[in-house]
Structure formats: C-alpha cells, structure tokens
C-alpha cells in the first residue's frame, strides 16, 4: 500500500540558510500534518492543513512557514535556521471521516542537521 | 490543554513475558487515545487507537490498550512479548472539536520497551 512519501530523507544545512521540506500524502488523504522531533523527543506538533487551508497551529515558530497544494502535497519552509532546528521532521497524513478521526500515518521523516 | 504522561522511561521485559506500558492523559472532555511505534531511524507506525465503544481495543502486532475512564489512562499491553517488539513507544491524545483545532496529536515522551532473550 502506498505511504506517505517525504523528501529529502536527510538534509544538511548551515546556519542562517533556507530549507524545504516535502510531503506527499497518502492518495485520497485530504490532510497533512508537520510534527518536529529533536534528539531523544517527543514529536512535537507544528501544523496542519486540510483541504489545502491551514487547520491548526502549533509550536511552529515564525521563521517556518508551510502550505499545502493542490495536489495535496505540503511544503514546510524553514529561514534563518538555527543549530536548535536539527531535528527529524515527520509528516503524516489522514481522511476526515464524519465518525470521528481515523488514525494518522506518519512518512519516514526527513532528518535536518544544521551545522 | 491536553497532556500525555509515560511515567517510565524504559520497561524491560523477558521474551514471552507479558508486557505493559503505561500512559496517563489529561483533557477536558472525552479524549482520542492513540499509540504509536518508533524503530531507530523510522517513522512512527499506528499499532491502535479508541476513540468510542469497547474499552479493550485490540491493534496491530498483538498489542493492545485499556481505557480507564476513572484513571484517565490507557496502558498499552500484550500477553507475551517478542524481542522484534523492542523499540520506543508513543501514547498520544487528541480532543475532538475542541473549537481551537487541537487538530495535531499531544504525544507523550515516549517509553523504551526493551525485551530481552
């Protein structure tokens, strides 16, 4: 079966610089989710979107900014990043059902280093 | 707000013992209960949720969880426990409609279950 697909899987930047981080979710899944898990963390939720507007914000700080298109994929952009962003960023996806929500499917997640 | 409690950081267990780990939620109003599985280097995979209905809910790979609505919690557990079940183990809630999204999961620092042959 077709999982959530996350590019790239690692990533290495520098202080300061630009990153993008990309989530394809799984066919028919209307929503994304970003979640960022540090070294020995808990995964700590960012964002959401659903139906390619914004559904709920977390701790998502102001230099990160995302969307979702219309083809449902969603980019997380990260500026001016900081050695504190090292992290792995995990995407999830899931189907909004009338009964109540069905469980989210998390991608392999993409492993950020800043130097 | 919502919060996850797993109070141990590690559980060690001996192959085809029975296994439990435990996990304490705080939300106002009825909770969402998830619990997910995290290998090294890996994405978090769904092992069982209860959302409504029966409070022993059975999931993937012989695990299950028991809602506790007096105790607020929801132990994951499994009669005997495999070596391949050694990893890092998330409970996480979620309130529905709470009118300011909580769309997102509230996870819990995650325990360490080891098995040991």
């Known amino acids: 079966a077709a999982g959530v697909i996350q590019s790239p899987r690692h990533l290495i930047k520098e202080k300061r610089e630009t990153a993008t981080l990309k989530c394809y979710p799984i066919?028919?899944?209307?929503?994304v989710y970003w979640y960022q898990q540090g070294p020995g963390q808990d995964p700590q939720f960012l964002i959401s979107?659903?139906?390619?507007?914004?559904?709920d914000k977390g701790s998502i700080p102001d230099r990160f900014s995302a969307q979702q298109f219309s083809d449902y994929h969603s980019e997380l952009n990260m500026s001016s990043l900081e050695l504190g962003d090292s992290a792995l960023y995990f995407c999830a996806s899931s189907r909004k059902v009338a009964g109540g929500p069905i469980e989210k499917f998390f991608g392999p997640g993409t492993r950020l280093t800043v130097l | 707000a919502q919060s996850v409690a797993q109070p141990e950081d590690q559980v060690n267990v001996a192959e085809g013992n029975p296994l439990t780990v435990k996990c304490t939620y705080s939300v106002s109003g009825n909770p969402y209960l998830f619990w997910y599985v995290q290998y090294p280097n890996r994405g978090l995979q769904f092992l069982l949720k209860y959302i409504t209905g029966d409070n022993l809910v059975k999931g993937s790979y012989g695990f299950e969880a028991e809602f506790n609505k007096s105790q607020t919690s929801f132990h994951l557990k499994k009669p005997s426990a495999l070596v391949s079940d050694s990893a890092l183990y998330f409970c996480?809630?979620?309130?529905?409609?709470?009118?300011?999204?909580?769309?997102?999961?509230?996870f819990g620092k995650g325990t360490h279950l080891i098995i040991q042959p």
């Open positions: 979107f659903y139906e390619k507007m914004q559904s």
């Open positions: 996480a809630v979620r309130v529905p409609y709470s009118g300011g999204g909580a769309d997102g999961l509230t």
């Open positions: 066919p028919r899944h209307d929503t």
